[in-house]
């Protein structure tokens, strides 16, 4: 059962990162801040700026964008988790159901 619950909560995170990431990179990059190596999945992991390399740059202040970044952590850490309880939990409906 553990083992089941990982790969659930494992699969959906991954999907949820992948999603939250490009949402990321679409809203944030080039609007907030300005990096220039970075790609579309590696805008969503900190630090979104290189001090001192060239082309980079905040446009908005940082613990703006660290607390917008907060929420987006948040809601890929908690709706995998959520939605690995809820599918767990119709499952465990339909065992007990067939079980009757």
Known sequence: MKLTVLLIYGFLFFIC?????????????????????????????????????????????????YAVWAVYFGCVVLIPGIC???????REHALNRAWK
Do not use: C, K, T
Request: glycine letters at 6%.
């Open 17 to 65: 990162f992948l999603i939250s990431a490009l949402i990321w990179h679409a809203q944030m990059a080039n609007v907030y801040f300005v990096s220039q190596e970075r790609g579309l999945i590696a805008d969503f992991v900190p630090p979104f700026v290189h001090m001192g390399a060239e082309g980079e740059f905040y446009i908005r202040q940082p613990h703006v964008i």
């Open 84 to 90: 690995s309880w809820v599918i767990l939990r119709f």
